[in-house]
C-alpha cells in the first residue's frame, strides 16, 4: 500500500481528508481483490450512513442519504438554517398534536394550539 503521510502540527480540511480516505479505502480494494467475503446491501447503507454521521459532526450543515426510489440513494446536504427550521417544524407540529389531544380530552381547544 501507498504511504499516508499525516503530519500532527497541520489541520485539516474536510477534502484533504476525504483524499486520505479515499487513498486508505484504494489501497484495501487492490489488497481484497482476491476477497471473497459479501456484504449485504444493509452492511453497505450503514457503512455509509455512519460515515456520513461522523462527517456531520464535524461540519456545519447536514449531509444525509436520501432514499429516491428502491435501491437508490443520494448524498444531500442542508445547512444549519434548514435543520433548525425543520426542528422548529417538528416541535410545532408536536405542540399542534398536544393542543388537540387536550380539545378532545377537555372539550376546550387551548389558545397556543393552531390547526396543523
Given amino acids: ?20 480516505v479515499k487513498q486508505t479505502l484504494d ?6 481483490a482476491e476477497n ?7 452492511d ?8 456520513l454521521r461522523y462527517i456531520n459532526q464535524n461540519v456545519p450543515g447536514e449531509y444525509v442519504l436520501h432514499p429516491i426510489r428502491k435501491d437508490t440513494y443520494q448524498v ?3 445547512t444549519e438554517d434548514s435543520a ?11 405542540v399542534n398534536r398536544t393542543a388537540k389531544y387536550l380539545e378532545e380530552l377537555t372539550g ?9
Fill in 1 to 20: 500500500m501507498d504511504n499516508i503521510h499525516i503530519p500532527s502540527d497541520k489541520s485539516y480540511t474536510l477534502s484533504e481528508v476525504i483524499a486520505a
Fill in 27 to 32: 489501497g484495501v480494494s487492490v489488497q481484497s
Fill in 36 to 42: 471473497k467475503l459479501r456484504y449485504s446491501a444493509t
Fill in 44 to 51: 453497505l447503507y450503514w457503512l455509509l450512513h455512519d460515515m
Fill in 76 to 78: 444531500r446536504y442542508s
Fill in 84 to 94: 433548525k427550521r425543520k426542528s422548529s417544524q417538528k416541535l410545532k407540529a408536536n
Fill in 108 to 116: 376546550r381547544k387551548p389558545s397556543w394550539g393552531k390547526e396543523e
